[in-house]
């Protein structure tokens, strides 16, 4: 791929800008102005919140904020998540390393010690998210941290080859969930009412499938393209030849 | 004055915003739009949590906590996908940066 | 009670579509199958979630038990209900579609190109599902961020999907724009919560008073929305967008992504901040659906293409949507105007959708979307034409069609409330859209000598394409029982006839 052409951004101030610099400078004001009306101490709903604690199956708040009381919400972000890489795939095509140079003697070693410490780490928040901060998205996050390590050095592509594993574990997180949901529904429950002596179990569960999930969605986000199988060629080249009006 | 800690955070986060947008607009390199939106989405996110420090006692509010989380996630995806279109915007136009036409006759 | 009538159907609506969108991707062969399934489906779902409506009123579920303020709750009344019906029966039909849109036979010599758009349209289009279905049930502000990203990360996926660079710059304009709208879309949820302690539309209602706060969050939604929706002068994004995405995701977008922005904005200005918006707001908006509506139709008849003439229609169309706020503002013919404005979106969805099949089957065959090239091809495409043409008269708004409703209640709520100017406006417009529909059909029903060149277009996509116009005509003979369903839950009291009220206002 050549080399882009430059493009000039330097600070003009051109009558536009100005303009724009006005209006946002007068968004800020008014919306500073909103602010300062606000009350200064505002319990919001951590009474309740905290009220409702002990049924949740968890004794961190936000926790049982994100995957009780608004279980909905993550439900539709972790189909966000996925979407994300469909999204991904479908327009970009992952770029083969162009160079065949091996990785710094330093980075590989320093991935072979740090990766299994990552995994740990990633683990241990996942487990903690109940009682302290953490939890899966935290969890995923550092995993996928490791991933992308792991990648930079020069492992791990064999691995992210596997395309029909990696689609499994892309949906595990979602398929979990949507599989607790269902079951809360058909023992007569409200969608996502866990059931309360289960609910910490329930809740685990979906964290530990949402933790692979994430973390595999992240690196696919940072390789930034689908997976050169046999099924996959084709369409950057092709969306390169063809100009002007198709429909 | 008296400035309150979530006051001047939630103050800061309108900040943010406020530069975000300018940012948004002002350039037109695609790459720093994308990172605009996500100054923006900082600025959301710093001002959610501070509404939730206001709330008195050694807990803040968790619900504006779990709003920031799940809108983080969100713009991981979208920053995600927007890189993955600006590549291919430069790929096949040479420029990392948007045409300025319109719809086209 | 049996199973059909006690079974929790909003939630399937949402859970279905996620379930399919999983399944295409990972079982790519059986796709094209597996989305039509989930259409059809979804389809039965609301059906009989409109029985449960009509049956017992609006509906409102709280999921996980939990009740506001703490937890989401799902509403369903008539509004929603029509909304989702909308998606079901547009769905199914654009399944349909593209499911012998995006097959090997016409793939012509891109098979791989071809195999990758039908790879990834079927999940995509089922996450795109999810997301309509979940935002018109949600009667959570947040939950309303969270499904308009997700309705806007797979629109501008596939409106990428067709992948040549005039596609693929549309597309990354689309998403710049979409993330501008969500974030001030979501700070206008965070100062309502910093305000008020809860997301509810219902809670807020009750609670949101006329304010700094309440006028910033206003103002950032308001924006947020008319940018996600394609309002007259946020509407730039639109055109391109829309008429270089392959046919059946053209018609998805026109016909039903804009329409969440829209209903998003309704429930915003007839509920939560209905004690704060004023009359010069609400006339504001009008203007702009004014300006919309001259702007696009001028566009329409000036551009060389037949799908972007087909798109900036719809920037036009979206222009009659925004009258419904100045004319609400007068009590007596609010429930008229409210109910004009709703049927129109219903009628232009499955006229517009009609169109863009219709037009995707001329380029189909053509090879080309040049409106001048055109001619004669009403001998090879009878069908997509009268679809074509029938749509165009929904779009008109000439008897008997869904649109001819519409307008014809528009127009009554202007002109007995004595606001002259918008009812000129929408006669205006529709003298316009004639216009520019005739503009299309003036060249296929050209006579030629010489028989162009023209590729085999499927049996099943005319009639796709055929069955939503007829449907749009149809909607023109069938109001009374839609209009009866909108009653429930409307927020907008009927002056004539004493409403199903919701509670409080």
Redesign the interface.
């Given at each position: 791929m050549s080399a882009p052409e430059p493009i000039a951004d330097h600070a003009r101030f051109t009558p536009a800008r100005l303009v724009t610099l006005l209006l946002v400078v007068a968004l800020a004001a008014?919306?500073g102005?909103?602010?300062w009306?606000?009350?200064a101490d505002?319990?919001?709903?951590t009474g309740?919140?905290l009220a409702?604690l002990p049924g949740s199956g968890v004794t961190n708040p936000v926790t049982a904020a994100v995957l009780?009381?608004?279980?909905?919400?993550t439900l539709?972000?972790i189909?966000?998540l996925?979407?994300?890489v469909?999204?991904v795939?479908?327009?970009a095509k992952a770029e083969p390393r162009a160079d065949d140079a091996p990785a710094s003697p330093v980075l590989t070693a320093f991935v072979r010690l740090a990766l299994p410490v990552i995994i740990l780490v990633a683990g241990y928040l996942l487990w903690i998210g109940s009682f302290a901060p953490g939890g899966a998205f935290q969890a995923g996050a550092v995993l996928a941290g490791g991933g992308v390590v792991l990648l930079l050095s020069g492992g791990g592509r064999a691995a992210l080859a596997q395309e029909g594993w990696l689609?499994?574990g892309?949906?595990l997180g979602?398929?979990v969930f949507?599989a607790v949901?269902?079951g809360t529904?058909s023992v007569g429950?409200?969608?996502?009412?866990?059931p309360p002596q289960h609910a910490g179990t329930l809740i685990l569960l979906i964290e530990s499938a949402a933790l692979i999930s994430i973390a595999l969605t992240l690196v696919a986000l940072f390789v930034g393209g689908r997976p050169p199988g046999r099924?996959?060629?084709?369409?950057s080249e092709?969306?390169?030849r063809?100009?002007?009006?198709?429909? | 004055m008296n400035l309150e800690p979530a006051l001047f955070y939630?103050l800061a986060g309108v900040g943010l915003?406020a530069i975000g947008?300018h940012a948004?607009f002002a350039y037109a390199h695609?790459l720093r739009?994308i990172l605009a939106?996500n100054v923006?989405?900082g600025g959301?996110f710093l001002?959610?949590i501070a509404?939730a420090s206001r709330a008195a006692g050694p807990v803040p509010d968790p619900?504006?906590h779990a709003?920031v989380l799940?809108?983080i996630v969100?713009s991981v995806?979208?920053t995600g996908?927007?890189l993955a279109?600006?590549n291919?915007?430069q790929a096949?136009?040479g420029k990392m940066q948007?045409?300025d036409e319109?719809?086209?006759? | 009670m049996t199973f059909l009538e006690t079974a929790?159907w909003m939630?399937w609506t949402v859970?279905l579509p996620?379930?399919a969108?999983?399944c295409t991707?990972?079982f790519?062969r059986a796709a094209p199958w597996l989305g039509v399934a989930a259409a059809l489906g979804n389809a039965l779902a609301v059906a009989a979630l409109t029985a449960q409506v009509l049956r017992g009123g609006s509906l409102r579920?709280?999921?996980?038990?939990?009740g506001v303020?703490?937890?989401?709750d799902l509403r369903a009344d008539g509004l929603s209900t029509l909304m989702l019906a909308m998606s079901a029966v547009i769905g199914v039909a654009v399944s349909v579609y593209a499911a012998r849109y995006f097959s090997d036979e016409g793939a012509g010599d891109?098979l791989?190109?071809q195999?990758?758009?039908r790879?990834?349209f079927w999940?995509?289009w089922m996450?795109l599902l999810?997301?309509l279905n979940?935002l018109f049930l949600s009667a959570d502000i947040?939950?309303l961020y969270?499904?308009l990203?997700?309705l806007g990360?797979?629109a501008?996926?596939l409106a990428?999907?067709?992948?040549?660079?005039?596609a693929?710059?549309a597309?990354?304009?689309y998403?710049?724009v979409s993330?501008?709208g969500s974030?001030c879309f979501?700070?206008g949820v965070?100062?309502l919560?910093?305000?008020y302690?809860?997301v509810d539309v219902t809670a807020l209602a009750g609670l949101a008073k006329a304010?700094?706060?309440t006028?910033?969050a206003l103002?950032?939604m308001t924006g947020g929305l008319l940018m996600k929706g394609a309002v007259f002068p946020l509407h730039?994004w639109l055109?391109?967008a829309h008429?270089n995405a392959?046919?059946p995701v053209s018609a998805l977008l026109s016909a039903l992504v804009v329409k969440a922005s829209f209903y998003i904005l309704l429930r915003l200005w007839f509920e939560l901040f209905r004690s704060v918006v004023t009359l010069p707001a609400a006339n504001f908006l009008g203007l702009l659906g004014a300006a919309a509506i001259l702007w696009g139709s001028f566009?329409a008849l000036?551009?060389?293409?037949l799908?972007?003439l087909v798109?900036?229609s719809t920037v036009a169309q979206l222009g009659y949507l925004c009258l419904l706020f100045p004319l609400a503002q007068n009590a007596g013919v609010a429930f008229t105007a409210w109910s004009g404005c709703i049927y129109f979106m219903l009628a232009h969805a499955c006229a517009k959708a009609a169109m863009f099949l219709a037009?995707?089957n001329m380029?189909?065959a053509a090879g080309?979307?040049?409106i001048a090239g055109l001619d004669g091809i009403t001998h090879a495409l009878p069908l997509s034409v009268a679809a074509f043409m029938l749509a165009g008269i929904s779009l008109i708004g000439l008897p008997p069609s869904g649109g001819f409703i519409a307008k014809w209640m528009l127009l009554k709520a202007a002109i007995a409330s004595g606001q002259w100017g918008w009812a000129l406006l929408m006669l205006a417009g529709s003298l316009l859209a004639a216009g520019y529909v005739m503009r299309v059909l003036r060249h296929a029903f050209t006579q030629v000598d010489t028989a162009l060149p023209l590729h085999r277009v499927p049996r099943t996509m005319e009639w796709t394409a055929a069955g939503l116009a007829v449907l749009a005509v149809l909607l023109g003979l069938i109001a009374a029982r839609p209009l009866a369903l909108l009653r429930i839950g409307a927020p907008v009291a009927d002056a004539a006839v004493a409403t199903d009220a919701e509670g409080p206002r």
């Open positions: 008014a919306l102005w909103a602010v009306s606000l009350p505002s319990p919001g709903l309740q919140s409702q009780n009381y608004r279980g909905y919400d539709l972000e189909a966000v996925l979407l994300a469909l999204g795939w479908s327009v689609r499994i892309l949906v979602l398929a949507i949901a269902a529904m429950g409200k969608l996502l009412e866990y099924s996959n060629r084709g369409l092709a969306g390169e063809k100009d002007g009006d198709e429909s | 939630a915003f947008l948004l695609l739009k939106l923006m989405g959301v001002f959610l509404i619900v504006p709003m799940t809108g969100v995806c979208a996908l927007a279109l600006a291919r915007v096949t136009t948007l045409p319109g719809g086209g006759a | 929790p939630t859970l996620l379930c969108g999983i991707f990972l790519r579920y709280p999921v996980g038990g939990w303020p703490l937890g989401i891109d791989e190109g195999r990758h758009k790879a990834y999940p995509l996450f999810a997301g979940g947040f939950h969270v499904t990203e997700l990360f797979s501008v996926s990428a999907l067709a992948g040549q660079r005039a693929l710059i597309a990354m304009r998403l710049l993330l501008l974030l979501l700070f965070a100062l919560y910093a305000a302690a809860t304010g700094p706060i006028w910033s103002g950032l730039f055109p391109p008429a392959p046919a566009q000036r551009v060389r293409r799908k972007l798109a900036y037009a995707g380029a189909h080309h979307d040049r």
